[in-house]
């Protein structure tokens, strides 16, 4: 099983700041990466697909990169309601498996 | 709009058995593979398998920890999907969300609000 390996566990950060959250995957992936953001008690929410595309209707704030094993989601101009743990999984072949999360918090 | 509806959660022993399904609608039920995911009290989330569409035999994937224990359905007629859980286990007791995917290879792009098992004595 590939296994996914999030960075910082979590973090705390003031409006306006741009956080960056970072995901390592033990085998290469190629670009078959996902994130996800859920909030306390609330389904996830589908953030970005192919390591770099956001969904529909995602703020442009959200940014993901990375190729490879190495991967990236990025907040600029971090929001209150930006407050929640992030997952990234991969897709690129069965069991699909998630990160361990990463709990932003606002100061 | 998307929407995706769990239901038949609830508290079972050890050993019972559950069926879960969800309602779907908003997108064409049958051209999609929809998944399973949960999520155990307080950890993070955990694939729990898939039905593939009409087109690919409606074949179904299953993760390790549940294979040969759980059977997944789905009745493109009512679009709906369906989770059938035998044989349960204390560890089996999370939030059961039902997943739309997506793509080549498949993504997850639409979630349900999830329904709780617990499973304890």
């Known amino acids: 099983d590939i296994q996914m390996t999030q960075s910082p566990s979590s973090l705390s950060a003031s409006v306006g700041d741009r956080v960056t959250i970072t995901c390592r995957a033990s085998?290469?992936?190629?670009?078959?990466l996902a994130w996800f953001q859920q909030k306390p008690g609330k389904a996830p929410k589908s953030l970005v697909f192919?390591?770099?595309n956001l969904h529909d209707g995602v703020p442009s704030r959200f940014s993901g990169s990375g190729f490879g094993t190495d991967f990236t989601l990025t907040i600029s101009n971090l929001q209150p309601e930006d407050s929640a743990t992030y997952y990234c999984?991969?897709?690129?072949?069965?069991?699909?498996?998630f990160g361990q999360g990463t709990k932003v918090e606002i100061k | 709009e998307v929407q995706l509806v769990e239901s038949g959660g609830g508290l079972v022993q050890p050993g019972g058995s559950l069926r879960l399904s969800c309602a779907a609608s908003?997108?064409?039920?049958?051209?999609?593979?929809m998944d399973w995911v949960r999520q155990a009290p307080g950890k993070g989330l955990e694939w729990v398998g898939r039905?593939?569409?009409?087109?690919?035999?409606?074949?179904?994937d299953y993760a390790a920890s549940v294979r040969g224990r759980f059977t997944i359905s789905r009745d493109d007629s009512r679009t709906s999907l369906y989770l059938q859980m035998n044989s349960l286990k204390i560890e089996d007791t999370a939030v059961y969300y039902c997943?739309?995917?997506?793509?080549?290879?498949?993504?997850?792009?639409?979630w349900g609000q999830g329904t709780l098992v617990t499973v304890s004595s």
């Open positions: 085998q290469v992936i190629s670009n078959y």
């Open positions: 192919a390591a770099s």
């Open positions: 997943v739309k995917s997506s793509g080549s290879p498949r993504y997850f792009d639409c």
């Open positions: 039905a593939r569409n009409k087109a690919n035999g409606y074949n179904t």
């Open positions: 908003g997108f064409i039920f049958s051209d999609h593979y």
């Open positions: 999984q991969h897709y690129n072949n069965d069991p699909r498996t």
